[in-house]
């Protein structure tokens, strides 16, 4: 005797998911059988989104008040765009920039840093991703660069060393690269107060290392302004 499957209530909201994905995919010409769809429940995606919009971003933003820093969205509105992860578990996350004011209008090739800082959250956990550059001129002399690329401290998250040709009259650049990421869970609801905390925390240590990354771009010839980035290094990006 046959017997009667029961539609559980998740399946109107999950195969509607999935047939909105599959309609933006294919209207997007990214259908195909290789195709990725994300779907999650709608009800936790909101919930989320609300948190980053009413509670995490403004908390972001008033983590800046006073500094010489600014937070930037990289957005026309001045809004984190929001965006989800592919995770077994929902997932939101937005990106913003890091700068001090008066380096906000300046091209990205023509500040001697890049501060990009990445927020996950989910209903337990969250985690943060910090990805730094530091730009130094082509023509500075590769063996004062050791301190950076041979430092033992950073084994096991060693620094990326790559070169970018020079746009319109601007010379090419050296970039060295780092990043670092931390997050925790919980058992219970994610105390966004606590996120907030780590990452009002580690800001602080940025702050710091781009003061030091200014003012050794003032004489990269200066062996006391690359110690002092190098020190700061070693504590926003360990290797552990």
Same mark, same amino acid.
């Given at each position: 005797m046959a017997t009667r499957r029961t539609k559980r209530p998740q399946d109107d909201w999950a195969h509607a998911e999935l047939d909105n994905?599959?309609?933006?995919a294919r209207k997007a010409?990214? !259908?195909?059988? @290789?195709a990725t769809i994300l779907i999650c429940d709608p009800s936790c995606r909101e919930e989320l989104v609300r948190w980053i919009n009413e509670r995490? !971003?403004?908390?972001?933003?008033?983590? /800046?008040?006073?500094?010489?820093?600014?937070? *930037?969205?990289? &957005?026309? +509105?001045?809004?984190?765009?929001?965006?989800?992860?592919?995770?077994? @578990?929902t997932s939101m996350s937005f990106v913003f920039l890091m700068r001090r004011l008066e380096d906000a209008g300046?091209?990205?090739g023509e500040n001697p840093y890049f501060c990009r800082i990445t927020t996950q959250c989910r209903r337990r956990s969250f /985690?943060?991703?910090? *990805?730094? %550059?530091?730009?130094?001129? @082509? &023509?500075? *002399?590769?063996?004062?660069?050791?301190?950076?690329?041979?430092n033992p401290k950073f084994v096991g998250n060693p620094p990326k060393l790559s070169y970018e040709t020079g746009h319109g +009259?601007?010379?090419?650049?050296?970039?060295?690269? /780092?990043n670092f990421g931390s997050g925790c869970g919980y058992e219970g609801m994610l105390p $966004?107060?606590?996120?907030?905390?780590?990452?009002?925390?580690?800001?602080? %240590?940025?702050?710091? $290392?781009?003061?030091?990354?200014?003012?050794?771009s003032t004489d990269y010839d200066s062996e006391p302004h690359l110690r002092a980035v190098v020190r700061e290094l070693e504590k926003c990006f360990p290797a552990e």
């Open positions: 994905a599959i309609a933006q010409g990214t !259908w195909s059988n @290789e995490i !971003w403004p908390g972001v933003l008033r983590m /800046f008040n006073g500094t010489e820093l600014v937070p *930037d969205p990289a &957005s026309a +509105d001045g809004q984190p765009q929001i965006r989800q992860e592919g995770m077994s @578990e300046v091209e990205i /985690f943060i991703q910090t *990805d730094f %550059y530091l730009h130094f001129p @082509e &023509s500075i *002399d590769m063996a004062r660069l050791k301190a950076l690329l041979g +009259d601007h010379p090419g650049i050296l970039i060295v690269g /780092f $966004l107060e606590t996120m907030l905390a780590e990452l009002a925390e580690h800001v602080n %240590y940025l702050r710091r $290392l781009i003061r030091a990354v200014r003012q050794l």
